[in-house]
C-alpha cells in the first residue's frame, strides 16, 4: 500500500555539516501486514512518521499510497491515514463519547455511519463503560485506549503507531498489542514504533531499523532473526575457569561476565562463529573432562541484534 522511495529531509538551521535527518529512507509497508520501526533517540522516525502523517514537506525522494503521490491521496480522502501518537491526543475536558464525537465530526462522519463507528470503536477498545467519563478522569492505560480508538474513527487504511504502550500495566498492554495485530489481520497496514523489542517480536511481520537517518536493516521478522549468530550459555564442573575459557574462546566470542569470569562453575556466554554448531562444543567439553552443570542454545534477538547495528552509546 505504502512506498517510501529515497526519502530525504534536512531541518531548516540544522548545524552546517552535520547529518541530514533522513536520507536515502526507502521502506514498503503492506495491506494485512505490520511493519515494526524501530531506532534509537535521535534516528529520525519521529521525522519520518511526520512526513507519513503530512506534517512536515517533502524534500527529497517520493511517498506513494497505491502508486499515487501522498499529497494528492491527502488532498483527496486525507483519513485514508491515521496516528495514534505517543501524547495523549484528544479533550480532557470532554468525555470519552464526546471525544469520540469531535473527531468524528473532524473525520468527517456523518449519519448514518456515525452512530455505527462510535460504537464500533468503543466496543474495539472495550470503552462502553466509561462513555460519559471525562478523559482526565480515565486512567493511563483507558487514556492509551481512547487515542486507539479515536485513529480507528474513520476506518483507516494505514495506521501509525508512535510508542502507543508508553506507561502502561501489563494487561492494557497485551489488550492494545492485540488489537493492532487485529488491525492488520483485518487487511490493514500498520507501521508500529516502539522501544520495547518484545512487542516488536510479538506482533510484526517485518522490521526497519533506523539510525542516524539512515536504513540499517530491513527485512521479514524471522529472516532477520535467522541471521542472528548462534549462541550458548554454559556452566561447568571440573575445570578451571581460566581453561574454560580458553576452551570455549576456540568456537567463538566470549562476552564478558565481570567478577564471574573466574568464578568455578559459573555459567559463560559464547556466541558461536559462523558455522560453528554446539555439538563440537558439547564435544570438547567432554574430551576435556568437564562436566556440563548448565546448558542454553539460542540465537540472538532482536534486542541483541538491534545493540549491535546502532551500538550501546547512550543517546540525548
Request: proline share 5%.
Amino acid at each position: 500500500m505504502l512506498a517510501v522511495e529515497h526519502l530525504g529531509f534536512r531541518y531548516a538551521g540544522a548545524p552546517p555539516g552535520s547529518a541530514d535527518a533522513l536520507t536515502e529512507v526507502s521502506l514498503q509497508a503492506h495491506r494485512g501486514s505490520v511493519l515494526g520501526l524501530l531506532g534509537p533517540n535521535g534516528a529520525g522516525k519521529t521525522t519520518l512518521i511526520s512526513h507519513l502523517s503530512g506534517l512536515v514537506p517533502l524534500q527529497r525522494g517520493a511517498i506513494l499510497i497505491d502508486g499515487e503521490p501522498l499529497a494528492a491521496v491527502r488532498a483527496r480522502t486525507p483519513t485514508r491515514i491515521t496516528v495514534a501518537p505517543q501524547d495523549f491526543a484528544f479533550y480532557p475536558m470532554l468525555t470519552v463519547s464526546e471525544n469520540l464525537a469531535c473527531f468524528a465530526s473532524a473525520a468527517r462522519i456523518t449519519r448514518p455511519r456515525l452512530r455505527e463507528r462510535l460504537q464500533a470503536c468503543m466496543a474495539a477498545t472495550q470503552l462502553e463503560r466509561f462513555a460519559t467519563t471525562r478523559a482526565d478522569q480515565l486512567s493511563g492505560g483507558l487514556k492509551r485506549r481512547l487515542n486507539l480508538a479515536i485513529a480507528l474513527l474513520p476506518e483507516p487504511e494505514l495506521i501509525l503507531f508512535d510508542e502507543p504502550t508508553v506507561g502502561v500495566d501489563p494487561q492494557t498492554r497485551a489488550f492494545v498489542l492485540d488489537a493492532i495485530k487485529a488491525l492488520a489481520n483485518g487487511g490493514a497496514a500498520v507501521i508500529y514504533t516502539t522501544h520495547y523489542m518484545e512487542e516488536i517480536e510479538a506482533i510484526a511481520d517485518r522490521v526497519l531499523i533506523l539510525d542516524h537517518g539512515l536504513v540499517l536493516r530491513e527485512g521479514a521478522l524471522s529472516e532477520l532473526l535467522a541471521e542472528g549468530a548462534m549462541a550458548m550459555t554454559l556452566g561447568a564442573e571440573h575445570i578451571e575457569p581460566a581453561a574454560l575459557r580458553s576452551l570455549l574462546g576456540a568456537f567463538g566470542t566470549l562476552e564478558p561476565q565481570g567478577a564471574a569470569d573466574n568464578v568455578p562453575g559459573a555459567a559463560l556466554r559464547l556466541r558461536l562463529a559462523s558455522g560453528v554448531k554446539p555439538a563440537s562444543v558439547f564435544a570438547a567439553l567432554d574430551a576435556a573432562g568437564a562436566k556440563i552443570a548448565h546448558a542454553e542454545v539460542s540465537r540472538y534477538n532482536l534486542e541483541q541484534l538491534f545493540m549491535a547495528l546502532t551500538q550501546r552509546s547512550l543517546r540525548d
